[in-house]
């Protein structure tokens, strides 16, 4: 089973090296690693150090570079889509590729995510290695349990359904995204399963360079469910339930917020994207001139 990994990335080159360093330990050997970049200064020194890595350009988004990937992965039977910084177990591939083999109808494996700096100030590379050393995976590598969507830190696809239904990631979802993993994994959902592997395990650094200003941001986290419920990939029951829970969240926050959060600018952009919904003007890529 040929086994890929892409990674799009964008102002984070110290960063991406660390995560290709660790991949070097997989113990079993990605058949291909590609690399989606924006700007030369994106990877610099890179292409030195990792000889074995192809580097691929696209214009900025997630969805836009996750979509070059997808066309220049050729032959291979899946694709490891991680984030460019998402510290891998050295089981990650090992354990996937026995999923695979084992339950021919899954069609998306999601990892275990042991600990997320996406969820608070953020986690060094130090500490997530830290983190791996102590951790103490299952006993059974290939346990697993359904989930409802991909998480993008850490998602792989099986190849055969995306090509056979011509699916790629949603570009009209700009820059960061914002769901772009729930769009794409719930639309693969109806030609199989999608399970959460207990054995492919990682840190997620949650690193704040590069990401999405908190206005942008808060606009996708209303806008974005709703404009996926109407499109069809996200249920009603759980796009309104999002929207209104970022919502309460950023305002709440807002008036003591964390010191690396723009919860402020977060709900500002909560308030412009129920404006545009009411109005009939919502629309994800108004975050572009936001």
Sequence with gaps: MRIAIGIATRSRPNILAEVLQELDLQTHVPDRILVCHVTESDVTGLPLRF???EFLTAQAGLPRQRNRILDAIG??????FLDDDFIAAPRWLEALEGVLRAQPDCVVATGTVIA???KGPGITPEEAREIL???????DLLATVPH?????????????????????????????GWYEDIDLTRRL???GTILRLAGARGVHLGVKQGRVPGLRLGYSQVVNPIYLARKGSFPWSHAIPSAARHCLINLLRSLKPEPD??????????LRGLLDLATGRADPE???TL
């Excluded at 032959?75 to 490891?80: H, N, S």
């Excluded at 830190?153 to 979802?173: I, T």
């Excluded at 959060?261 to 909560?270: E, L, Q």
């Design 286 to 288: 108004r975050i572009l």
């Design 148 to 176: 409802f969507n991909g998480y993008g830190c850490n998602m792989a696809l099986r190849l055969a359904p995306v090509r056979e239904h011509a699916l790629r990631f949603d570009e009209k979802l700009p820059l960061y």
């Design 51 to 53: 000889p074995g890595v």
């Design 75 to 80: 032959d291979c039977d899946a694709v490891l």
């Design 189 to 191: 959902l109806p030609y």
């Design 116 to 118: 997320d700096g996406a």
């Design 133 to 139: 050393a102590t951790d103490v995976p299952p006993q």
């Design 261 to 270: 959060v723009d919860r402020w600018g977060r709900f500002r952009g909560n």
